[in-house]
């Protein structure tokens, strides 16, 4: 229904309402009209709503109506920031300092909600809610400058009381009557909060701070109480890094789950952020990279940002599924995105290697969201010719779901980090993706349908480039389908597979910008496919 009543508005102010750019040009108009854009210049083809011969009543609701569409057909529909509670075991590894430096860069997306010092099989009988504290005073430093970027980047003061600690005692020594900790009552009390989001736990250490909330919870809730406050939890746990872990996913089966269960890291699809791929350019997590883009010259924050020991922000894939970007759906890993592409099923344990950290070795019992497989043909630039061609490399494994969003993630952080120090006009921003069709459209088998993002623009005035691609894994149409033509124009024509039963086929498309460092934003379109 709402989608008919924003059709007929834009028919009335548009002054060829079958013109597709028309309508999402209108959206452009207004926007920039409303939100005083100094850059905006009048378009003459909107029709002005006073001109139009309607009743002063029905012009005035017409124009609230408009305005919150509009919204909506610019920049998306509005989506709620994910809120999150880290348990880190930080100092174990300094890649958990690593995370959170970025983290703290998208607070402004990402609602935090607890930071919590945990121990793991790496650090047992310690915890370090001083360490957390330190790098939240640095943010604090570059605060008042990302403010410049973005409005929505919490001022400290409001993070420090998020700190907390566990028990500092490793795993399941931890769990049980009388091993509450602040922690873990912490947790409890935002689950109890009257608001309706998920909360997500990223569990970057152990995981037995979370194991005594849900233990209290079991112990002290009723059952209807147990199940609504678990049906809120969100979990995604860097591997098993305590012997809790299985404890949970065994006594609660319903918790939704990601992980790349057991000891096994190098295999692990949150690998795919630090792995160094063959055939590929891996510049992008050198040191001397880091170096450049992330710890010197950028403040405070950068300046906190320590050296490699083992792998580069082994944690960061936990949180970046959380990032509204047009890519990312935090509630369906199955899609894929920047933190990897997971899948739900119970894994077969025959496959399943031991290594040395002491974690329990275990069949799981039940489903969990685990390592899908993708297979991937980079694009690559073209020095003559259409700008992009498909690279001749192909590669297939549970990793590649995460490392081939690497490069546009790299990027992103290290103008964040410029943020820390430059002004708006000096940095450089994402594009605006602005579609001219819904991001969900049906279509019959064997159609021909056209997807455009005509009116996309910079927000600092870069040129920017188009890729559109299918996302095979990602939907329940498994064969590719192809983009007619060229996929580099902002316009992509699709011939729809021919299909005996109705499936889904998802089309990225992606548009970077020719900045320094060039930031790429994403649109999903999912396009549901019915037989004659």
């Known amino acids: 229904m709402l989608y008919n009543l924003k059709n007929e508005l834009y028919a009335i102010t548009c002054q060829n309402p079958m013109d597709i750019r028309n309508r999402s040009s209108f959206s452009h108009e207004l926007a920039a009209m409303l939100t005083n854009n100094p850059e905006h210049k009048p378009n003459r083809k909107i029709v002005n709503l006073k001109n139009l011969k309607i009743s002063h009543y029905m012009r005035t609701f017409l124009f609230f109506i408009v305005i919150s569409l509009t919204f909506s057909s610019l920049y998306g529909q509005m989506t709620q920031k994910n809120r999150v509670i880290i348990l880190t075991d930080i100092e174990a590894d300094p890649d958990d300092t690593q995370s959170l430096i970025r983290l703290l860069l998208y607070s402004n997306e990402i609602e935090i909600k607890g930071l919590i010092a945990t121990t793991s099989c790496w650090h047992k009988t310690m915890v370090n809610p001083e360490s957390i504290k330190k790098i939240v005073q640095a943010y604090e430093k570059v605060q008042p400058n990302l403010v410049k970027h973005d409005k929505n980047y919490p001022k400290a003061e409001t993070l420090f009381p998020m700190i907390k600690q566990g028990l500092p005692v490793y795993g399941m020594l931890g769990v049980g009557k009388n091993k509450d900790s602040e922690g873990s009552d912490w947790i409890i009390k935002e689950l109890e909060k009257d608001d309706e989001r998920p909360l997500w736990i990223s569990i970057w250490g152990g995981s037995n701070t979370l194991a005594q909330a849900l233990f209290k919870i079991k112990n002290s809730k009723t059952e209807k109480e147990q199940k609504v406050l678990i049906s809120k939890l969100r979990v995604y746990a860097i591997s098993d890094q305590d012997d809790s872990g299985i404890w949970i996913r065994n006594n609660f089966p319903d918790l939704f789950y990601i992980v790349s269960p057991g000891d096994d890291y ?197 040129s920017f480039s188009f890729l559109w691609f299918n996302y095979p894994e990602a939907g329940t149409y498994k064969n590719l389908v192809k983009i007619e033509g060229a996929e580099n124009t902002h316009g992509a024509y699709i011939i729809a597979p021919k299909v005996d039963k109705e499936v889904t086929a998802h089309f990225i498309l992606k548009v970077t910008d020719k900045g320094e460092p060039p930031l790429s934003s994403y649109k999903r379109i999912i396009v549901t496919i019915k037989p004659y």
């Open 266 to 462: 190098g295999s692990a699809t949150w690998s795919g952020i630090n792995s160094f791929i063959q055939e590929i350019d891996n510049s992008k997590i050198s040191n001397k990279w880091i170096a450049e883009n992330i710890q010197q010259f950028h403040g405070p924050l950068g300046a906190a940002y320590p050296d490699v020991a083992w792998g580069m922000e082994g944690d960061t894939p936990s949180f970046l599924s959380l990032i509204n970007n047009g890519l990312n759906n935090s509630e369906r890993p199955e899609w894929g995105g920047w933190g990897g592409r997971y899948e739900l099923y119970k894994p077969d344990f025959s496959t399943q290697i031991k290594s040395g950290s002491g974690v329990p070795f275990e069949p799981e019992t039940r489903k969990i969201w685990t390592n899908a497989v993708d297979n991937y043909v980079p694009y690559i630039s073209s020095d003559y010719g259409r700008a992009v061609k498909m690279d001749t490399n192909s590669f297939k494994d549970n990793k590649v779901t995460l490392w081939r969003w690497r490069d546009d993630f790299q990027n992103d952080f290290a103008a964040r980090m410029d943020w820390c120090t430059k002004s708006f006009n000096e940095s450089n921003h994402a594009p605006v993706i602005v579609l001219s069709q819904p991001e969900q459209i049906t279509v019959k088998s064997g159609q021909g349908f056209g997807l455009d993002a005509f009116d996309t623009y910079d927000p600092d005035g870069d």
